[in-house]
């Protein structure tokens, strides 16, 4: 899953016939049924449509962003904190984030997902699991193929409770929080500015 969500370089590309065989030997299951539908499509997809695709889908639209912490925290000072708490957990496991990437960059999370294990490197996806869901239903929304390499990770993690549910709804109603601290105007209200004779 790591490898399908990112960037489809010339690399990848190229490892499309190992990917699909890898996804081949998966065991039965709602995840590898997803998996084999979208490899399916990698493979058949034009490179020049595959970039293109990536780019629509995941650089110009917000709403399905790989970024996870975005989901939980928006553009706020939260954020910072938690992307540095993800690094730390990585350092802890013995992985070395990758350079030029940050660590809530879903494909990343995927590969410490892998491995570190199901214990401590599937925390940060469960910790997301509500910003899961909301790029897995705005890639449904869009009618993305990526929508079913979503489908299968939202498989193999819990599922959302009722309130989890709400919650998701809310957050894509409302949108991600936006930073409310420091933003006060510096002038005094308007009516104060009025001129007096």
Known sequence: MSLLLQYPDPDLIAARDELAAAVGRLPESAARESLTR????????????????????FDL???????????LHG?????????LTLKQRYRVAGLTPPEGELPDFLPVVCEFAALAGPATGEAPLRQHRKGLELIRTALHDGGSPYARVLDALCAELPGLSEAERASVADLALAGPPAEEVGLAPFG??????????
Not at 61 to 71: A, H, Q, V
């Open 188 to 197: 005094p209200p308007l009516n104060e500015l009025e001129v007096r004779p």
């Open 75 to 83: 553009d706020t000072r939260r954020r910072g904190m938690a992307l």
């Open 38 to 57: 979208f490899v399916e499509w990698f493979r058949a997809t034009e490179p020049m449509a595959l970039a293109r695709a990536y780019v629509e889908t």
């Open 61 to 71: 639209r917000r709403k399905s962003s790989l970024y996870l912490t975005y989901y």
